[in-house]
């Protein structure tokens, strides 16, 4: 789980893995809690029972440092002695906090060389791998960042040519560019650690951890996590040598995330076929052909692009009901939880659906079609006396996001379109997406694969979009801006090297098939991935989504869809 005294800034670990596979590692039989379970019975504390011992003494000396700190925020006039008594009470804090998580403390001055010259740097501590350095006093990781009050160094560091360095984040990036550089900068504020890792810093990505909220509320696997990711035991290297146990769980967070994203990657493959060739079966279900509404090459396009814009509507509304906090949707509102949400929606498709009319009905197209509108043009929305007929006051409220997402019209063949054997441009044809084809789509968005026995066709448990982020679900769009779709003009089969796809595939014509080897082809797999030992083919008619090879990763068109970013950075905390 994920806890709110721990900052993960930009994503240092994957929020998946730092909430689901890091307790995992802790409690593995050689993890670290069972080594930290020998030295307790021993009588030589581990850092996590280090860190529930500071809670006597911060609480202790907090009174006074918050104090000092609120009047130096207002303005009040503090004196010499009352400023170097403060920061010799802030020291003792940092001093208590490295020995609670294993480093001894060793204050003094570090010579360190850059650009050929020398520099004293005062320091808190400084061993293989890490520098500590005491900053001001804070209770939270955003004042802690404040480069007027608590963000500044409690000894200034002077680089020659009478300039200094004053704010502790400006020393971390100069350590960083030094001859020998450390792979870690602790700042220590007291009540707060910020871990800066080398390799990430620049990008705007570390580990921060409010100890004031964490030691006060005491729970042992929090603590065990801040001892996992701050601890002298993580962030050292093995006396047998190799690297230090972080540097292996941050390899290990971002294989995860690309593992968690390819998976998504591929349900999401999966959906454009679906939704796609669903809207083709309605177009014809009203005595059309596909060529009748567009050129087969313009309409794949469209279709294409149309389909996953859909998708990603449904992906967004995904991650913003999972963190309520960016206030995009009522979440907290139980009329929403219990009438209109994704959850909802995800415990419909949790379960199988059966008889004629749930697969024809098209119950889950109205329900998304319906909050796809609120979140785009509000509802009871503040401020507004008129939203679609309401007025301002108590009940279920939308603000608008007016969003190019959700803009209607960027999906036209999704819904209802103009009938070419008329006149009339006002739209006739009924394109909705009826309920088989959404239930496939929902399952393959909201629920994991099953670790089930091939052929039982159960699902894992719902995704945790709270646990993705934002760059994950970027990468995943842009996996996807490889893929190509078109409309089959003939019976086609698939072909990969060794029967792969994942690095690319091709289609040949049924009649081609007896001269290639049964190796080649692409094997269906059913909703749990396993292989069925089908051939993957497509009939006449059928639109095929596939990765096109390396052009599209190469081309302009690599990038992640700003009409989902920029709404989440914006609102991000």
């Not at 309409?299 to 149309?306: M, S």
């Not at 994942?502 to 797999?525: C, L, N, Q, R, T």
């Amino acid at each position: 789980m994920s806890y709110d005294s721990l900052t993960n800034r930009g994503d240092y670990l994957s929020p998946h893995y730092l909430a689901e596979v890091l307790p995992r590692e802790l409690a593995k039989k050689d993890g670290l809690r069972t080594q930290w379970a020998q030295p307790d019975k021993e009588g030589t504390p581990s850092p996590v029972r280090e860190l529930r011992a500071l809670k006597r003494g911060y609480f202790a000396a907090r009174p006074d440092l918050a104090d000092f700190a609120q009047r130096a925020a207002d303005g009040d006039p503090v004196s010499e002695d009352e400023r170097r008594s403060h920061d010799k009470a802030v020291k003792k804090q940092n001093d208590d906090v490295l020995r609670a998580l294993g480093f001894a403390a060793s204050r003094g001055v570090v010579d360190v060389q850059r650009s050929g010259e020398t520099f004293g740097v005062p320091v808190a501590y400084q061993g293989q791998n890490v520098v500590a350095v005491d900053c001001g006093w804070a209770a939270d990781t955003d004042a802690a960042l404040d480069p007027d009050r608590a963000g500044r160094l409690l000894d200034p560091v002077e680089t020659g040519n009478n300039e200094r360095i004053t704010v502790g984040a400006k020393l971390v990036r100069w350590l960083f560019d030094t001859d020998e550089p450390p792979r870690y900068v602790l700042l220590l504020h007291g009540g707060v650690v910020i871990l800066a890792d080398r390799l990430a810093w620049a990008e705007g990505r570390y580990l921060a951890v409010s100890l004031d909220t964490a030691i006060d509320r005491a729970d042992q696997p929090e603590l065990e996590t801040i001892a996992a990711l701050f601890s002298a035991d993580v962030l050292q290297p093995p006396a047998e040598g190799g690297s230090e146990q972080l540097a292996h769980w941050v390899d290990e967070s971002r294989k995860h995330a690309v593992g968690v994203s390819a998976e998504l990657r591929e349900g999401l493959r999966e959906s454009v076929q679906i939704i796609a060739n669903e809207v083709l079966d309605r177009i014809r279900s009203h005595g059309l052909a596909p060529g009748d509404v567009a050129e087969p090459g313009d309409l794949a396009r469209e279709l294409g692009r149309d389909a996953l814009r859909y998708l990603y509507r449904i992906l967004f509304l995904l991650y913003a009901e999972a963190r309520p906090e960016l206030g995009i949707l009522p979440a907290d509102d139980q009329d929403y939880m219990a009438g209109y949400s994704m959850q909802r929606l995800g415990e419909l498709v949790a379960r199988r659906l059966i008889g004629e009319e749930a697969r024809t009905g098209f119950h889950l197209y109205e329900s998304l079609d319906l909050l796809f509108r609120m979140v785009n043009n509000g509802h009871n929305a503040r401020g507004n006396a008129s939203t679609e007929g309401l007025s301002e006051g108590e009940g279920l409220r939308f603000e608008s996001l007016k969003a190019d997402l959700f803009e209607p019209s960027k999906t036209r063949l999704i819904g209802r379109i103009p009938d070419p054997r008329s006149d009339d441009e006002t739209p006739k044809l009924d394109t909705r997406l009826r309920d088989e084809a959404l239930y496939k789509v929902l399952r393959r968005l909201m629920l994991a694969k099953g670790s089930g026995r091939k052929g039982k066709n159960q699902r894992g448990g719902f995704i945790s979009y709270a646990q993705l982020g934002i760059n994950q679900l970027g990468a995943v769009y842009e996996g996807l801006m490889s893929y190509s779709g078109f409309i089959a003009a003939e019976e086609l089969y698939e072909v990969a090297k060794k029967g792969d796809p994942s690095g690319g595939s091709w289609m040949i014509p049924a009649s081609k098939v007896p001269f290639y080897g049964d190796d080649v082809f692409v094997k269906e797999k059913d909703e749990n991935g396993f292989p069925t030992g089908e051939r993957v083919h497509y009939r006449p008619g059928a639109f095929v989504y596939r990765l096109a090879g390396r052009d599209r990763q190469t081309s302009a068109s690599y990038y992640t869809p700003q009409s989902l970013t920029s709404v989440i950075a914006a609102r991000f905390p």
